[in-house]
C-alpha cells in the first residue's frame, strides 16, 4: 500500500516562503513520476508541479519562476519550494504518485497553505 505523507503546511505572509516535504512508503520511490496539486475553495483540483523519474520538471504557469520542485530518490521524498507566494497560493496541496510501470496513481492526505497578512 503506497503512503504518501505532506509536511511543511502553514500560515506566511505573501512574499514569504515555505517548503512542503512529501515522504513516500510502500512503493519504488525511483519509479513513481511525482507531483503537487492544489485545490482552493470552490474551485478545482490542478496541478502545480511535477517530477519525472528522469528529473525532468514542469510547472503550471501561475507557478513558474517561483517555485521548485525536486526528488530526493534516496530519501523517498519529493519536495516543492514556494517563494514569493501570493494570496491566491492559498489551498490545500496534495502530493501525488504515479507508478511509471502500473500508471497507478497515489495521493497524500493534503496540507493547508495560507497566504494571508
Known amino acids: 500500500q503506497v503512503q504518501l505523507v505532506e509536511s511543511g503546511g502553514g500560515l506566511v505572509q505573501p512574499g514569504g516562503s515555505l517548503r512542503l516535504s512529501c515522504a513516500t512508503a510502500g512503493t519504488i520511490f525511483s519509479l513513481n513520476n511525482m507531483g503537487w496539486y492544489r485545490q482552493a475553495p470552490g474551485k478545482q483540483r490542478e496541478l502545480v508541479a511535477g517530477?519525472?523519474?528522469?528529473?525532468?520538471?514542469n510547472y503550471a504557469d501561475s507557478v513558474k519562476g517561483r517555485f521548485t520542485i525536486s526528488r530526493d530518490n534516496a530519501e523517498n521524498t519529493v519536495y516543492l519550494q514556494m517563494n514569493s507566494l501570493k494570496p491566491e497560493d492559498t489551498a490545500v496541496y496534495y502530493c501525488?504518485?504515479?507508478?511509471?510501470?502500473?500508471?497507478?496513481?497515489?495521493w497524500g492526505q493534503g496540507t493547508q497553505v495560507t497566504v494571508s497578512s
Open positions: 517530477v519525472t523519474v528522469s528529473g525532468g520538471a
Open positions: 501525488t504518485a504515479v507508478q511509471i510501470r502500473s500508471g497507478m496513481r497515489a
